[in-house]
């Protein structure tokens, strides 16, 4: 044991002393010129180091160096610039007057993917072969970097004429083999109009063709969202994929995509091209898509087994400011996408079977299939959004077959006042997509029907042949549990948050109806009348006759919390008895007239 010991500590001296030699023989500045060569000619771009470089011996052989920047050619801002750089080399290459640089670490740095760090060649510039190879060393000296490690830097990420984003807290590991197959760590923090961004990522990259392709797999990419305008709760998921880069086409393609956002997971693959016209085609599926959860449009109230979403604004001070439509970059591309969910939740609307075919052709949208199913019903919405004018232009043709109202009116935020199913085909235009845009600006018409209709806490039969026993005890009906309407059509005009019906007509037992009227989203009032019809009356023969013939009129007006009724059976009953009465005094007269003319007959007949 003790010759193990002492011969381990005589190759500790002698490492020890091999490397103090070596510190004191060798002068790393002698590599400053190097290095700045090599750099230039494998690249183009230029390596400042702005201080003396100096050794580091533990616990790994290092060249240490104070503030450094790298510009591309042409660039009016440095590419990255660190406080501090060390450079770990190898010992036995730089015994033999061979540079072998093991890893790379900036600490403290600022890299910048900005306009102004990009290359800029000269107007009269020569360029050469896309794939020419790199010019060869001049000297017998070799330059290898196989570990790059950049600790607590900022990424400045900005395209032109955009906005620019700072990446902090950015620390990244790359490590590349021989044959150029890299692995690479990187985490991040962005923090941008009181929203937050963490992003954490780890995947494999094949180099060994690069620039003309690269390969890859995103084995691991963790975020987390929060702040103003995202759900409380925050948007946190992660994502896996397969990748390729075909260089000299400036194309993608991924594979085997699996994305997760909260509640909502995604597979799928897509391709595209970088080169302007920008282009995205996307294949997506997904189990379950939860929208309330992701979306700033949460749900009204609450819905057993729904998840819910209250939505945290921003502060009046931090508001960001206005987007408009000059910024989408959906102007500068073509999106082709393609999305099946199985089940999905929109504003609490549990829907299944969803399908969404659309295309964007640099800021026309064509929604060429919407559809699914919600509860008995389905729905379509084909349209279109146009986004190419400073105004958002929106045109849909929505078709419903058999929806259920109720959870319709309550994801819209309207009162839960109608029972049934509705259909409807119509067409609708509006210059902002969200649902409080279109209950106020939006304009269309469209044809609707619905069965099995109820009004909560109203019977329409119960409320005429209560108000007709007030007014006369000479006919009965008799009370029957509300049936409702069976069957009820109308036409429907939009403009501008009010509603007009037309041409409404509707019958169900022992009941007609026909009316009109309007009702205006924005200030929350209604003025409907209908025209009721009561079959099924007993007593007086005359009331039977004018009940069941002539429509009594409900009208239905005012604020939705406090709806006030007026239902005039006195003024038509009135009305029969008047018309009744001048029928029978007209007949008097007519009789007397008549026994009139007969007397005067007589008179002159008479010899």
Known sequence: MKR????????????????????????????????????????????????????????????????????????????????????????????????????????????????????????????????????????????????????????????????????????????????????????????????NATVTLKGQLDAAQYPH???????????????????????????????????????????????????????????????????????????????????????????????????????????????????????????????????????GLSLTGLTVDAINQQGLMTLNTLRGKLGNGSFSIPGSIDIRQPETQVALKPQLRLIAIQPLLKAFALPESLQGNLSLDGELAGDTLNVEAAKRRWQGRATISASNLKLAQINLQQMVQRAVARVSDKVSNTEKADEGIESISAQVALNKGVLSFSDIEGNGQDLGLQGAGRVDLAQRQLDVTLGLKISGWQGDDALVKTLSAQPIPLRMYGDWDSLQYSLPVDAVLRDRLQSEAKSRLNQWIDRQKNDENKQNLKKILRP
Do not use: C
């Open 4 to 195: 193990v010991i002492t011969t381990l500590a005589i190759l500790l001296v002698v490492v020890v002393t091999g490397m103090s030699a070596l510190v004191l023989l060798v002068n790393p500045n002698d590599f400053r010129a190097y290095m700045v060569q090599q750099v230039e000619q494998r690249s183009g771009y230029q390596l400042q180091v702005s201080s003396d470089l100096r050794w580091h011996v533990w616990p790994q052989l290092s060249i240490l160096s104070g503030r450094m920047s790298l510009t591309a050619p042409g660039a009016s801002q440095p590419l990255v610039s660190a406080d501090n750089m060390r450079l770990d080399v190898d010992l036995w290459p730089l015994l033999s007057h061979q540079l072998s640089v093991s890893q790379v670490l900036l600490k403290n740095a600022v890299v910048r993917v900005t306009p102004d760090s990009a290359a800029r060649l000269s107007k009269n510039a020569p360029q050469g072969p896309r794939d020419a190879d790199p010019v060869a060393p001049s000297g017998g000296w070799s330059f290898d970097i196989a570990k790059l490690q950049v600790a607590d830097s900022l990424l400045i990420w900005q395209q032109p004429g955009g906005d620019e984003y700072n990446f902090r807290d950015l620390n990244m590991n790359m490590e590349q083999d021989a044959n150029k197959q890299a692995t690479l760590a990187l985490s991040t923090t962005l923090m941008r109009n009181q929203r």
């Open 213 to 347: 392709r690269l390969t890859g797999q995103l084995q691991q990419f963790d975020y987390t969202l929060s702040g103003a305008d995202i759900p409380p709760q925050g948007i946190k998921g992660s994502l896996t994929l397969q990748g390729e880069w075909n260089g000299d086409r400036q194309q993608f393609a991924f594979s085997n995509l699996q994305l997760t956002a909260n509640d909502t997971t995604l597979t799928g693959q897509g391709e595209g091209h970088i080169a302007p016209p920008q282009r995205l085609a996307l294949d997506l599926k997904a189990t379950t898509l939860n929208l309330d959860n992701l979306l700033n449009g949460a749900p009204v109230a609450e819905t057993p087994g729904v998840q819910r979403a209250t939505v945290a604004r921003s502060p009046v001070i931090a508001a960001p400011r206005e987007t408009r439509n000059a910024d989408s970059p959906l102007n500068e591309m073509d999106l082709a996408l393609k999305l099946q969910a199985d089940s999905a939740v929109w504003r």
